[in-house]
């Protein structure tokens, strides 16, 4: 992976670089992957504080979520280091992301996986799916990681599924967490 590849995830980040990935199922496009840009609008601040408040015991975030603290979060943390991208049908069904992008050790990890709403079965393994595919074609990652915790068992079930394993036991947000691999990447490339 490049250094420069921050100035590339800036520029989507910025709304700098304007595209979709396509999730598709047997041949037809069932959803597409569409970057949050910095220029977020009301609504879309309002999905992601939404989800993040429903799913707020995963991410044990003893901060109460708010459309202001989600707006915040966003704009601090999405800047050169990491993509979130909201998974649409006709509307938005949920989020994934990719976050600790590091070129020193060609590594990046799958975050922020998030179903807002029950829409679509099987949408969140073909969205998983089509980013990693993504990440592997244009940032060119050896590795691809992802932390979960220990207790969320039906998210560690679902990575398993899509080829990760558990790689060690790591300390996250004072939690017994999970580090996965992706190992299709490391049988495919």
């Known amino acids: 992976m490049r250094r420069d590849i921050f100035k590339f995830i800036r520029k989507i980040n910025s709304g700098d670089i304007n595209f979709t990935l396509p999730v598709v199922k047997d041949g037809a496009v069932e ?33 109460p979520i708010t459309i202001e603290g989600t707006r915040r979060w966003f704009l601090d943390t999405h800047k050169d280091r990491r993509l979130l991208f909201f998974i649409e049908s006709t509307s938005p069904i949920g989020h994934i992301g990719i976050y600790r992008i590091d070129p020193e050790d060609d590594s990046l990890e799958i975050d922020n996986v998030i179903r807002g709403t029950s829409e679509k079965k099987g949408i969140m393994h073909l969205s998983l ?25 039906h998210a560690i079930e679902f990575y398993k599924k899509n080829g990760f394993v558990i790689a060690e036991e790591v300390e996250f947000r004072s939690e017994p967490h999970y580090k996965m691999r992706y190992e299709e990447l490391l049988t495919t490339s």
């Open 31 to 63: 959803a597409f992957l569409r970057p949050i840009t910095r220029n977020l609008k009301d609504y879309e601040v309002k999905l992601l504080s939404d989800w993040r408040a429903k799913n707020q015991h995963v991410f044990k975030d003893p901060n």
């Open 129 to 153: 799916a089509a980013l990693i595919s993504w990440a592997k074609k244009v940032l060119k990652p050896k590795n691809i990681y992802l932390k979960v915790a220990e207790r969320n068992t």
